[in-house]
């Protein structure tokens, strides 16, 4: 395995003595500079970046569901309180008025 420049450089000397010398230098030109189980492949990215949409997903899904919940919450308890207010206000118009009476 060519890990570092040291055995590249070995690694191309011996090519080009048993190929000419372009020939080997061409060769070495395509070797990736790192070793090949170092290299990203294509399912590899790709598997990666649906597992990381998912948890993108997933987070951005339960921060809505948050918000949305405590906006319900809200609103739930505005109308409630809204309610309570015009039952009592009708309640005491209507003993106001049964004591007129």
Known sequence: MVDDAGQRHEVHEELAQKVSP??????????PPVRW??????????????L???AFE?????AFRGELNASIT?????????QMGAVIATAAAVIAAAQLA
């Open 74 to 82: 809200s609103q739930t308890r505005s109308i409630i309180l809204g």
């Open 37 to 50: 189980d170092d290299l990203v492949t294509k399912d590899y990215l790709k598997d990666h970046l649906e």
């Open 58 to 62: 997933s987070h951005i899904t339960a």
């Open 22 to 31: 372009r020939t080997a230098a061409f060769v070495m030109e395509r070797l």
């Open 52 to 54: 990381r949409f998912e």
